[in-house]
């Protein structure tokens, strides 16, 4: 089943804060985030594992609360570079690792 | 290192025809998968691999087959292709947990 990400879509000025938030309704084992620019293929930014254990971005941080299977990814001091469409997928195992990707979640970064 | 090459970048089908999607990575990676991406919306995962020789089908697989004959090479067989196939396809491949997926460029198939 899809996870469910919110908001639809930020708008912010450089400088400013966001948090994407990405939720499922199955237990999960790990969260992995993307961002895609437009006309460009996704890239990795971070990945959160059940139990903890998180590997990624250094200007960009998330969470995983693993009692609600719910993600959340923060973005601090927000660039111009940061716009883009930032896309959660979760993983039910590790032995597949398949991703199941989320909605999404559009992010205009203004000077 | 070239990563992950998907060819073609573009195509046009006419309805019924087939066609095959490269996709080839020089990794290493055992895990290996195809997704479609319609305008504006996410991502589809169609079929994948964990490793030659082995593959499943993801959430959207009808119209499509695959095969994994090497680590390398993943590729995408359309057949009989229809309107709703009209998308971006995007390969990617990873290590595994705790690695990320490495996605290729991405093939823009139009079917008129």
């Known amino acids: 089943q899809q996870p469910v990400q919110s908001p639809q879509a930020v708008i912010l000025r450089e400088g400013e804060d966001a948090v994407i938030n990405c939720s499922s309704s199955?237990?999960?084992?790990?969260v992995h985030w993307y961002r895609q620019k437009h006309g460009e293929a996704p890239v990795f930014l971070m990945i959160?594992?059940?139990?903890?254990e998180q590997k990624g971005h250094e200007k960009i941080s998330a969470s995983f609360n693993e009692k609600k299977q719910q993600s959340s990814l923060y973005l601090t001091a927000s660039q111009l570079s940061y716009s883009g469409t930032y896309f959660c997928?979760?993983?039910?195992?590790?032995?597949?690792?398949?991703?199941?990707f989320g909605t999404g979640t559009r992010l205009q970064v203004f000077p | 290192n070239a990563g992950v090459t998907q060819t073609p970048k573009f195509r046009i089908l006419k309805i019924g025809q087939s066609m095959t999607l490269q996709c080839t990575q020089d990794?290493?990676?055992?895990?290996m998968y195809w997704y479609r991406q319609d305008p504006g919306m996410g991502l589809k995962l169609i079929y994948y691999?964990?490793?030659?020789?082995?593959?499943d089908k993801g959430e959207v697989p009808n119209g499509y087959n695959v095969s994994r004959s090497t680590t390398e090479d993943f590729p995408l067989r359309l057949e009989l292709a229809a309107p709703s196939q009209t998308s971006v396809y995007f390969c990617?491949?990873?290590?595994?947990?705790?690695?990320?997926?490495?996605f290729g460029s991405g093939t823009r198939l139009t079917v008129v």
């Open positions: 990617a491949s990873s290590l595994g947990t705790p690695d990320g997926y490495t």
């Open positions: 199955k237990a999960l084992y790990s």
């Open positions: 959160l594992l059940k139990g903890g």
């Open positions: 997928g979760t993983a039910r195992s590790y032995n597949t690792d398949k991703l199941i």
């Open positions: 990794m290493n990676h055992n895990y």
């Open positions: 691999s964990v490793g030659a020789g082995i593959t």
